[in-house]
C-alpha cells in the first residue's frame, strides 16, 4: 500500500487514528479496545469479520485492521452495464457463464493498446463501408425513381424490387 492512501485512510473523518503501540495502562487499554469495537461495526471489515469466531476477531491489532480493510478497497467490485450471469446443465456437470460488459477502467498493457486499436481500425473500416454502401443504394434509387438511364439496357434490378411493395 502505499504511503498517500495510508496517509487519507489515516485522515478519513469516519476512521480514528492508531496506536500501533499501546501503553500498558488501563486508559490506553481502553481505548484500544473500544477501536476494535469500531472495527467491528466497519461496513467494509463486518462480513469479513463476521466469518470469524470471536476469537480470531480479537487477535488482529489496529494495524492488520487497518491493511485488511485496505486491501478490501482496492478490490470492491463495480456495476456493470450489462451483467449476465447463468448456468447449464451439460450432461452429469454444471457450469456457470457471466458475461460482462462495460467501460474499462484499468491501464491497459502495450499488447492490449494495440489489440484495442486494431478492433476500432476493424470497427471504423466496417462502418465506412456499410455507410458507403447505405449512401450508394439511396443515390441508386434516387437515379431510379427520376428515370435517369446511365448505362442502357442495363439494371440491377434493385429499383424493380424496392418498388414492388409500394406500387
Known amino acids: 500500500m502505499d504511503l498517500q492512501s495510508t496517509k487519507e485512510m489515516q485522515n478519513n473523518d469516519s476512521t480514528k487514528p492508531f496506536i500501533l503501540n499501546p501503553s500498558p495502562d488501563a486508559d490506553a487499554q481502553a481505548e484500544t479496545d473500544d477501536r476494535r469495537t469500531d472495527w467491528r461495526q466497519d461496513r467494509i471489515l463486518q462480513p469479513l469479520l463476521a466469518r470469524m469466531p470471536p476469537e480470531a476477531q480479537d487477535s488482529f ?64 473500416i466496417g462502418f465506412l463501408g456499410v455507410s458507403l454502401l447505405i449512401g450508394l443504394l439511396a443515390l441508386y434509387l434516387l437515379k431510379s425513381a427520376a428515370g435517369v438511364d446511365l448505362i442502357p439496357m442495363l439494371s440491377l434490378g434493385i429499383w424493380d424490387w424496392f418498388k414492388e411493395p409500394f406500387w
Open 61 to 124: 491489532s489496529p494495524q492488520q485492521l487497518e491493511f485488511l480493510k485496505a486491501a478490501l478497497m482496492a478490490r470492491t467490485w463495480q456495476r456493470h452495464a450489462l451483467d449476465w450471469r447463468g448456468t447449464f446443465k451439460l450432461w452429469r456437470y454444471r457450469y456457470y457463464v457471466v458475461f460482462l460488459l462495460g467501460r474499462n477502467r484499468r491501464q491497459l498493457t502495450r499488447g492490449e493498446q494495440r489489440i484495442g486499436l486494431l478492433f476500432q481500425m476493424l470497427f471504423l
